[in-house]
């Protein structure tokens, strides 16, 4: 059978675990090309923090390197960014003109930083956090400058912090909410993080919201001025306040899209010839930027791309686990509580660790945890498979290993035991 011919267009960690899949389960069904923009193969994004902090380097982070796509037979074009898809006549073009010919297309564009659009946003010196170009240029940075300001108190900005202390750097982060991450992280916890940034080193401007950036003679940041009047001095801004899926591309192709590329639970477009995963993507009305649902989209991609029509996307429950600068966190579902929830809290700062557990009846359906998280892949299990926790709610919040087992039971077996045991409430 002749082979059909799939071109990719991005070269992230989604678009080539689709990649992966599909050599695994139909090794003869596609010439492939890949098109990156970036002049690196495939690399671990989530590991560029180490490498800003020393601890790592380019070479360490490297998922599938050139070698691995002349293996796969697979036609790479680094440092390539397509300007054009030509759907009538089923072609991509690159800027530089390089073109190929598809029957398959798999759009995996990613996502772009957000930049504040504030007065002085083009001066020198403010970066975002995204590649690893970002990443050599804070490094760069670093060696030339003393004082860095990090707007943006999420994961991104706290890991670009840290880099950047460790670099050598005066680091101060702003945020425009009262508390860090919190998207992951309830109030409580997000204190608790802070101080123990803060006893690193780290400065901490919260519930700021930046006016304008101001520049020197020579075009360079030196100062960033906030809307009650503040000014903080810096050399490099650091832009980490969230991301936007990369749909320019499948918008100029006439593709639909609404706060993402649109795809159905195929992971098919509107063009059914055409397909997206990962952080470019809308699957009914959501955008993900964790990677487990990023590959649970590549494995349903691949089946289908295969011709097995194997599987559909459903969307994904997720859960937040994170090692922000040695410290271990985890949220899940609803930690934050409301109307008709209650809460089981354990608060130990000195030992620093914090667990909130949320409880609607005799179901779990939050979870916030900061310093010890062994049991977040017990409570995100109990909270995704709904089990009642009417039998082990005394204890709930110690923790599987806190269920003491009465003779040969396990404490697994207690959890199932319990879930029957609702089920016939």
């Known amino acids: ?19 992966e899949e599909l050599i695994r389960i139909a090794p003869e069904r596609y ?103 970002d990443t050599n240029a804070m490094i760069e940075a670093a060696q030339a400058h003393k004082h860095a300001l990090v707007i943006g108190g999420g994961l991104l900005g706290l890991e670009a912090a840290n880099g950047l202390k460790l670099r050598g750097m005066d680091v101060t982060v702003v945020h425009l909410p009262n508390w860090l991450m919190e998207r992951q992280l309830d109030p409580a916890a997000g204190r608790l993080l802070q101080q123990s940034l803060q ?6 401007l919260l519930g700021k919201n930046t006016k304008e950036i101001i520049g020197n003679e020579n075009g360079r940041v030196k100062a960033v001025r906030f809307d009650d ?39 098919q ?56 600068t040695g410290i271990d966190l985890f949220s899940a579902g609803e930690f934050m509580g409301g109307e008709g929830t209650e809460e089981i809290v354990l608060s130990d700062p000195m030992g620093g660790v914090y667990k909130k557990l949320v409880l609607k009846g005799d179901k779990l359906i939050g979870a916030c945890l900061y310093g010890d998280t062994v049991d977040g892949s ?17 204890v709930l919040i110690f923790g599987e290993g806190g269920i003491e087992p009465s003779g040969d039971i396990n404490p697994g077996e207690l959890a199932d035991a319990a879930e029957q045991a609702g089920a016939k409430t």
């Open 31 to 133: 010439d492939i090309t890949v098109f990156g923009a970036e002049p690196y193969a495939n690399y671990n994004r989530i590991m560029l923090s180490p490498v800003l902090a020393g601890e790592q380097t380019i070479n360490d982070i490297m998922l599938n390197d050139v070698d691995w796509y002349g293996k796969h037979n697979i036609i790479l074009h680094l440092g390539k960014k397509i300007a054009r898809i030509d759907r009538r006549h089923r072609l991509v073009i690159a800027e530089d003109g390089t073109t190929a010919e598809y029957d398959r297309l798999l759009l995996a564009t990613g996502s772009t930083p957000f930049i504040l659009p504030v007065p002085g946003k083009d001066l020198h010196g403010i970066i975002a956090y995204r590649d690893i170009q």
């Open 199 to 204: 006893d690193r080193g780290l400065k901490f």
């Open 269 to 324: 477009t509107y063009d059914p010839r055409i397909y997206a995963v990962g952080e470019c993507v809308n699957h009914r009305g959501t955008a993900y930027g964790l990677v487990a649902p990023l590959f649970e989209m590549a494995a349903v991609c691949a089946n289908h791309l295969a011709n097995f029509g194997i599987g559909h996307y459903r969307g994904s429950v997720t859960s937040t686990k994170l090692k922000v």
């Open 229 to 267: 009047g503040l000014e903080v001095p810096a050399e490099l801004v650091v832009m980490a306040v969230g991301i936007r899926p990369n749909t320019a591309l499948a918008e100029s192709a006439g593709l639909y899209c609404n706060r993402g590329i649109v795809v159905n639970d195929t992971m």
């Open 378 to 394: 017990w409570y995100f299990k109990l909270l995704r498979e709904q089990r009642s926790i009417s039998e082990i709610r005394d």
């Open 1 to 19: 059978m002749k082979k059909l011919k799939l071109v990719m267009v991005g070269n992230g960690m989604a678009g080539v675990r689709t990649l």
